[in-house]
Structures are given as C-alpha cells and as structure tokens.
C-alpha cells in the first residue's frame, strides 16, 4: 500500500526560483494537508483541503500555492524561493475527524 | 482556537525506568487528541488517539496515553522504556475549522540511556 507519497525527498533551490512539491494519496481521503517543520517549532500548518476543487490557508501561507483538480493530488507551489522556506515539508491525508492523520515521508526543501 | 502545549523540550529517562511526556490541550467543544513519533530524518508514525470513551488509551509499541478532563491534560506514557524509543514526539489536537487538520506541540525529544 502506497498510501501518501511526496516527491522529491530532497531539493535546492536558488533564492527566488520555483518549483511544486508533490503530494499523492491512494486511500481516497477527502481531507490534505500540509505542514513544514522547523525546528523548535513543531509542525505548523501551511494550507488544507476539504475535498477536490476546495483549498483555505493554514497558519503560515505565504509564499505558497496550492490547488486540489482531484482527490488523489495535493501539490504545494513555491512561487519564488526564499531562504526562509528552507524547511522539511510533509502533506498528510484523513477521511474524517475521528481517524488519525497519514504523513508522506517528507520533503527536505534548502534554498540557497 | 484547538492547541497543544508541551512544556518539556528534553525527558531523560533511563532504559527500564517508566517515562512520561507531557502535553496539555485547550480546546473548544470535544478534544480530538493524537500522539506522533518521529525518528532522526523520518516522517510522523501514529502512536495513538483519544477520540471518545476510556480515559486510559493503549497504542503502538507499548506506549499509552491518559486523557484527564479536569487537567486538560493527554501525557504519554510506558512503563519501561527502551533505548529505540529515543526520538522525537508531537502530541496534536484536530482542529475542525482548518479541514480537520492538525495543530501540534513544539514537539518534546525523549533521550533514553542504556
């Protein structure tokens, strides 16, 4: 079982490039997420998704984009890198609010 | 708003010896609460969740959790811990206003010596 992917595990960037990080799930969850962890600061929200077509900001959004074309792909774009989005980034997925979250294996984001 | 607070940044404990991790929450309305692991340079694993019903809740690789209601309190807990299970914990809290995703604790290093 597959369950949430991301891609790529790791990436540099330059100041002010960009690129998408991916997130997919095969559990047909109508609920994502992503999060990036700095340390010393837990895991902190960056925008959400309550079913395909429908996305809301998080804690800590800017600089980044997201969209939601189906319930399977959840992909998070930086729009111009900036040193302050190095980071690890994880997108999670559930069905409801009673089943725990499931995590990707990470994203390790540097931007030089 | 849904919020964790983990007061401790570091526990020490020695193998065998029972360990706690402490995490307290503030909620409005029923508390969806959630324990995480995650070891050096690996994503989250689910350890276990209070949802509804026993206060004393049992999860993965020995490891239990007591929701108190009165303490607004959900600490994790062993009996006897092992060297493996040094790493780093996050308690969480479901927040039903952001799409049922998570807010979660500064995360508490648990370091266990032989």
């Known amino acids: 079982n597959a369950g949430v992917t991301q891609t790529p595990k790791f990436q540099v960037l330059k100041t002010g490039q960009s690129m998408t990080l991916q997130c997919a799930q095969d559990?047909?969850?109508?609920?994502m997420s992503w999060y990036r962890q700095d340390p010393g600061m837990g895991l902190r929200l960056i925008h959400y998704?309550?079913?395909?077509?429908?996305?809301d900001q998080g804690e800590v959004p800017n600089g980044y984009n997201v969209s939601r074309s189906t319930t399977e792909d959840f992909p998070l774009r930086l729009l111009s890198a900036a040193p302050s989005q190095t980071s690890v980034y994880f997108c999670?997925?559930?069905?409801?609010?009673?089943?725990?979250?499931?995590f990707g294996q990470g994203t390790r984001l540097t931007v030089v | 708003a849904q919020s964790v607070a983990q007061p401790e940044d570091q526990v020490n404990v020695a193998e065998g010896n029972p360990l706690t991790v402490k995490c307290t929450y503030s909620?409005?309305?029923?508390?969806?609460l959630f324990w995480y692991v995650q070891y050096p340079n690996r994503g989250l694993q689910f350890l276990l969740k209070?949802?509804?019903?026993?206060?004393l809740v049992k999860g993965s690789y020995g490891f239990e959790a007591e929701f108190n209601k009165s303490q607004t309190s959900f600490h994790l807990k062993k009996p006897s811990a092992l060297v493996s299970d040094s790493a780093l914990y996050f308690c969480?809290?479901?927040?039903?206003?952001?799409?049922?995703?998570?807010?979660f604790g500064k995360g508490t290093s648990l370091l266990v010596t032989p």
């Open positions: 999670a997925s559930t069905p409801d609010v009673y089943t725990e979250a499931f």
């Open positions: 559990m047909n969850h109508e609920y």
């Open positions: 998704s309550v079913g395909a077509g429908i996305t």
């Open positions: 909620v409005s309305g029923n508390p969806y």
């Open positions: 209070y949802i509804t019903g026993d206060n």
């Open positions: 969480a809290v479901r927040d039903p206003n952001s799409g049922y995703a998570l807010n």
